[in-house]
């Protein structure tokens, strides 16, 4: 019982952390996210949307779930949609097991969640089941630093620590590799540098279901 207390804990402060600690990372990637979320439309869904950084970005008019395995993130959620006007639906479950049909979402969504997924692969094959045909897998995500650099060699270092501390978070996950290798039509991504210690190196791009 004490541990479950212990792990409540934990995952409350985690969400009044992502509420209020994330303000300006946001405000530096807008524009890169404001660009990637451009003409979406129909059923989207998001996997791991946290306290809601990108409800701002998405048109009204969509349908939207998320799909968020901490409970103590949904509140802020909601706060959040209903400062804006839009109606969301909040699912508590897993990206290796999604709360959806198949072949029956438009857009699925990601920032910063592949880091931190038990079994990466096997989220990216829940994204191509829910997916509609020609459907798209839109995703900022940090990223291992390359092999043979000092930061890699740090983000080796550090993984176990940072795991505990960042709820799951692998620092040096080859999550562009893995995109590449999981069966989508096509991948196209760009590496940039975020504003954030140690997870600096990112990658953002759309992966295209086949029609």
Not at 92 to 99: M, R, V
Not at 129 to 135: A, D, E, H, I, M
Not at 173 to 197: C, H, K, M, W
């Amino acid at each position: 019982m004490a541990q479950q207390v212990s792990y409540h804990w934990y995952k409350r402060l985690f969400a009044w952390l992502m509420a209020n600690g994330t303000a300006e990372y946001e405000e530096k990637i807008s524009d890169r996210k404001r660009s990637l979320f451009t003409n979406l439309h129909g059923k989207i869904l998001e996997i791991g949307p946290g306290t809601g950084p990108n409800l701002s970005y998405y048109p009204p008019d969509i349908e939207w779930i998320g799909i968020e395995p901490n409970p103590f993130m949904h509140s802020y959620l909601q706060k959040e949609a209903d400062k804006l006007g839009l109606h969301i639906d909040i699912r508590t479950g897993t990206a290796e097991k999604l709360d959806a049909e198949d072949n029956s979402i438009d857009a699925v969504i990601s920032t910063l969640v592949l880091c931190s997924v038990p079994n990466l692969e096997r989220t990216l094959q829940e994204v191509l089941r829910v997916l509609k045909p020609g459907g798209r897998f839109l995703f900022i995500e940090h990223v291992a630093a390359p092999n043979g650099t000092f930061l890699r060699q740090v983000q080796n270092t550090i993984k176990p620590l940072w795991q505990v501390l960042g709820d799951g978070c692998n620092p040096n996950r080859e999550t562009g590799i893995a995109l590449e290798q999981a069966g989508f039509a096509s991948v196209d991504y760009q590496n940039f540098d975020a504003p954030v210690p140690l997870v600096t190196p990112h990658i953002i791009g759309v992966a295209t279901k086949a029609t």
